[in-house]
T-cell receptor, first 113, second 116 residues
Framework: GEDVEQSLFLSVREGDSSVINCTYT??????LYWYKQEPGAGLQLLTYIFSNMDMKQDQRLTVLLNKKDKHLSLRIADTQTGDSAIYFC?????????????FGAGTRLAVHP | EAGVTQFPSHSVIEKGQTVTLRCDPISGHDNLYWYRRVMGKEIKFLLH????????ESGMPNNRFLAERTGGTYSTLKVQPAELEDSGVYFC??????????????FGPGTRLTVL
């Protein structure tokens, strides 16, 4: 079945890089997403990557995709205190002509001075 | 443009009571989804509407949950009677496209349901 796994917690120092990892099981997933949830807020789409890409860069964010290992990572350069949040990895599952998202449990990123 | 809105933001009820959650999607979005996150676990898919029709309700936990989207605009999710294990955060999302493209789902802030 479809499953997405993430480590639950990551602590980094302000200014360092953060790397959040995710593994997924559905090799037919066409899109993979990273969502961010700040305290008291909803899910904000951070970035996504299409399955025929290995890497996508968007300002401080770099997404790496290893399709062979079904491994996705999100790197945040120069991590700031405002980056403290829960980060959810999600794969898009195609079912009956429509899409639904399969999420991981989320990685809580704590940024300390 | 207004985003996805959900009401209430937080609901506290007793076991056995009924609660109705509401979601207003982004205007013009035909697709509306409900998801739930229980006890810090993964966010799980509940169901998907295309306009007023239920396209996929494979994630609905049991028949105590009833979702509607009359008129294809806003949606309600009713839990009757609520049980302790129904506590969690209920997210609503909407997207404009059927298939193809990114079909990005835009999420609301969620409703935190606490069943005592």
């Amino acid at each position: 079945g479809e499953d997405v796994e993430q480590s639950l917690f990551l602590s980094v120092r302000e200014g360092d890089s953060s790397v959040i990892n995710c593994t997924y099981t559905d090799s037919s997933s066409t899109y993979l997403y990273w969502y961010k949830q700040e305290p008291g807020a909803g899910l904000q789409l951070l970035t996504y990557i299409f399955s025929n890409m290995d890497m996508k860069q968007d300002q401080r964010l770099t997404v790496l995709l290893n399709k062979k290992d079904k491994h996705l990572s999100l790197r945040i350069a120069d991590t700031q205190t405002g980056d403290s949040a829960i980060y959810f990895c999600a794969e898009r599952a195609f079912s009956g002509g429509y899409n639904k998202l399969i999420f991981g449990a989320g990685t809580r990123l704590a940024v300390h001075p | 443009e207004a985003g996805v809105t959900q009401f209430p933001s937080h609901s506290v009820i007793e076991k056995g009571q009924t609660v109705t959650l509401r979601c207003d999607p982004i205007s013009g979005h035909d697709n509306l989804y409900w998801y739930r996150r229980v006890m810090g676990k993964e966010i799980k898919f509940l169901l998907h509407f295309v306009k007023e029709s239920k396209q996929d309700e494979s994630g609905m936990p049991n028949n105590r949950f009833l979702a509607e989207r009359t008129g294809g605009t806003y949606s309600t999710l009713k839990v009757q009677p609520a049980e302790l294990e129904d506590s969690g955060v209920y997210f609503c999302a909407s997207s404009p496209a059927k298939v193809g493209g990114t079909d990005t789902q835009y999420f609301g802030p969620g409703t935190r349901l606490t069943v005592l």
